[in-house]
């Protein structure tokens, strides 16, 4: 359980620390730059993988009642956590397209 939360503080701290660069630059009149944009990208990404993996530990170490109880919180959260996953913008593929733009490689910054 230790390690399932020091994931999501971690993943949560670099997220909020993007953010708040992020609204920094923004509060000095600046727009967010692409480069800025991407890191926001990566903390997000990098939360929900972070957040399945919780969830992860948890469902298994809940055992059996995890997928026998029909109205299982922890089923679902496992659930909901892996769907979440999936989406364009957290999925794991979003991870080739940051490390192309963290080459200095050419992306398609809408998904950005």
């Known amino acids: 359980m230790a390690r399932a939360e020091a ?28 480069d800025r944009r991407a890191r926001i990208r990566l903390a997000a990404v990098h939360a929900a993988e972070q957040s399945a993996k919780a969830t992860e530990t948890v469902y298994t ?11 299982g919180v922890i089923g679902r959260c496992w659930r909901n956590a892996h769907v979440a996953t999936q989406h364009l913008m957290v999925s794991p593929r979003m991870y080739e397209t940051l490390g192309r733009a963290f080459l200095g490689l050419d992306i398609d910054t809408v998904t950005l």
Do not use: H, I, K, N
Not at 8 to 26: C, G, I, P, Y
Not at 61 to 71: D, I, K, L, M, P
């Open 7 to 34: 994931g999501l503080e971690a993943a949560r701290a670099l997220l909020f620390d993007q953010l708040s660069q992020a609204w920094s630059d923004v509060g000095a009149g600046d727009p967010v730059s692409v």
């Open 61 to 71: 170490w809940a055992g059996g009642s995890s997928v026998y109880e029909t109205q």
